[in-house]
């Protein structure tokens, strides 16, 4: 979409991206599942995979939500040094998600921490989850990652000693380890190294958008390790327990050495559309 980008453009968009990352998977995605399909050696595991890859087709099919959970809904929103926004951006999003909750449907997953109470839409006191930042041009990019509580409530943060970098092998695999079956594996692994306490938790969740084919020689070194723990398809056993790491960085305090380890189920939910450019 070019020209002028308005409000309501935005909350159509919201939309339309709430339910693409909700009923259909990326290419690279499914790719990653299908890969593990071929290489999986225990019959329940690829069992296990195959009803995933069909659920996976399904929901595609009939624009249904491939999982009951459909998460909360973290947004990445890259806004163009030379876009003009003359309305309200972020009540855009907001609004988005309110009726994506009735059109796609999302299940009402919002609640206050304390007493529990359900906003019934999906949003409220900082959520949705929406992280600006700006790069070049006149373009506005949003993406939505849906983020369903299995696979969060199994992610892990540790402030290492600075001298212990061997250490953050260890504490990746511990964190996977210890998550077991809960997230419903073969997971993607996002981990965050440096920054800050809350820096290296952004950083993990960042990483879960990266392409699930392109990693590392650190990257497939955690990889091979994870899948040498044996938890495989969920938690069923099996030589395929994750379908991908990746590792993003930022320099941090000397005396500091943060290390987020941010787990992701097979369904890696996200989304992009990209509104305004040359007129």
Request: hydrophobic content about 45%; overall charge negative; proline content about 4%.
């Amino acid at each position: 979409m070019t020209g002028k980008i308005t409000y309501e453009d935005v909350a159509i968009a919201t939309v339309d991206i709430i339910r693409e990352a909700e009923t259909s998977l990326s290419y690279d995605v499914v790719c990653a599942i299908e890969n593990a399909y071929n290489k999986e050696g225990s019959e329940i595991a690829k069992a296990q995979l195959a009803a995933i890859l069909k659920n996976i087709e399904l929901s595609k099919k009939q624009l249904i939500p491939m999982c009951q959970d459909t998460g909360i809904m973290v947004f990445f929103v890259e806004i163009g040094r030379s876009l003009i926004i003359d309305f309200d951006l972020e009540g855009a999003i907001i609004e988005g998600v309110r009726r994506a909750t009735v059109q796609v449907p999302l299940r009402p997953n919002a609640v206050s921490p304390l007493s529990r109470k359900n906003s019934g839409d999906n949003t409220g006191a900082g959520l949705p989850d929406i992280n600006y930042s700006f790069v070049e041009g006149n373009k506005l990019s949003i993406t939505v990652a849906p983020k369903g509580a299995g696979s969060e409530n199994m992610s892990a943060l540790r402030m290492l000693n600075p001298t212990e970098t061997s250490k953050i092998r260890e504490f990746v695999l511990e964190t996977v380890l210890k998550a077991g079956g809960m997230p419903c594996p073969p997971i993607v692994v996002g981990v965050g190294i440096g920054g800050s306490f809350d820096k290296s938790a952004r950083l993990a969740k960042q990483a879960l958008l990266m392409n699930m084919g392109d990693m590392d020689a650190f990257e497939l070194e955690l990889l091979n390790d994870i899948n040498k723990l044996g938890i495989g398809t969920m938690g069923m056993g099996g030589n395929i327990t994750a379908l991908a790491v990746h590792v993003k960085q930022a320099h941090c305090h000397t005396a500091s050495l943060p290390v987020a380890v941010n787990i992701q189920c097979w369904a890696n939910r996200h989304a992009t559309v990209v509104l305004g450019g040359e007129q």
